[in-house]
């Protein structure tokens, strides 16, 4: 389903074909998510979102696992082999389904087997993604399913690197309604100084070549962003095969730091 065919029914209240549309297309890409982020999905309330999900989970378009997570547990749902199925034959025409298998490869996703520790953040970028192309973000690209970016050593040669460098991964690529082209980091925690001079380094050489525009720190709140900024800010230099480089301040200009709240900008 194209943007414009969803603008369309957002003038109207979905029908619950409509939504199971909107949530097995989802997940074909994202292969699970949470009743949370389905509804966020639906722009219904999560309790509203039941009366959506439990009729896809009676008819095995999707599963749902209870899964144990820091602090709590959450429910996960996943797209099963028959929500495929369904998903390929309400497809518009056939170019319809082959761009859902490229950005899915069929996987059932095996909700046991999810890493506790990977959920949180793993949802974050789904809500960041969800809310982004509600507002005409486009080209949404999760650094787990794109391919890795390498620097080309010839690129380098002014910085004596002889061989190629795999580049830090952002968690999320995509494309503004203006057409700048931006790298998401979503934060939960703060890393190490040394660690964020490394990636600085990566996303001013990737700033550039011309790669990306800006880059967003997305985190859950204002303090967390606040001190992010902060840690950032606050690297003088990088360092680039044998050569340690000041960064000039105007650099940091191309770096944005946002909550979740704030989001998109």
């Given amino acids: 389903m194209n943007n414009s065919t969803r603008s369309q029914f957002q003038l109207f209240k979905p029908s619950k074909y ?9 997940l ?15 722009q ?11 009729p896809m989970i009676i008819n095995k378009l999707i599963k749902c696992v209870d899964q144990k997570i820091m602090g709590g547990s959450v429910k996960i749902f996943g797209i ?49 993604k969800i809310r982004a192309e509600r507002a005409g973000w486009t080209n949404w690209v999760n650094a787990d399913t794109g391919e890795d970016r390498k620097i080309v050593s010839s690129q380098l ?12 991964r952002p968690d ?10 931006f790298s998401i980091e979503c934060e939960r925690t703060i890393k190490s100084k040394p ?10 050489l990737a ?30 230099h990088v360092q680039i095969g044998e050569q340690k480089l000041l960064i000039p301040r105007d650099r940091f200009e191309y770096f944005n730091y946002l909550t979740f709240e704030q989001w998109p900008i």
């Fill in 80 to 128: 099963t082999s028959v929500g495929h199925k369904k998903l390929r034959l309400i497809a518009y025409k056939p170019s319809d389904f082959e761009m859902l298998n490229a950005k899915s490869n069929l996987q059932i996703a095996n909700l046991t087997r999810i890493s506790p520790t990977l959920i949180p953040h793993r949802l974050d970028i789904q809500m960041l």
């Fill in 44 to 54: 219904i309330s999560p309790r509203g979102s039941g009366g959506v999900l439990k």
């Fill in 172 to 181: 999320a690529w995509c494309t503004n309604p203006l057409g700048n082209r």
């Fill in 195 to 204: 660690r964020y001079t490394e990636i600085v380094r990566d996303y001013l």
């Fill in 207 to 236: 700033l550039k070549r011309g790669d990306i525009d800006r880059v967003l720190w997305v985190s859950p709140d204002q303090g967390l962003s606040d001190r992010l900024a902060y840690l950032i800010t606050s690297i003088t």
């Fill in 28 to 42: 074909s890409a994202e292969s699970w998510s949470s009743e949370f982020n389905l509804a966020d999905l639906l």
């Fill in 157 to 168: 040669s002014s910085f004596s690197l002889s061989a190629s460098v795999l580049e830090h």
């Fill in 18 to 26: 409509e939504q199971e549309l909107s949530v097995l297309e989802f």
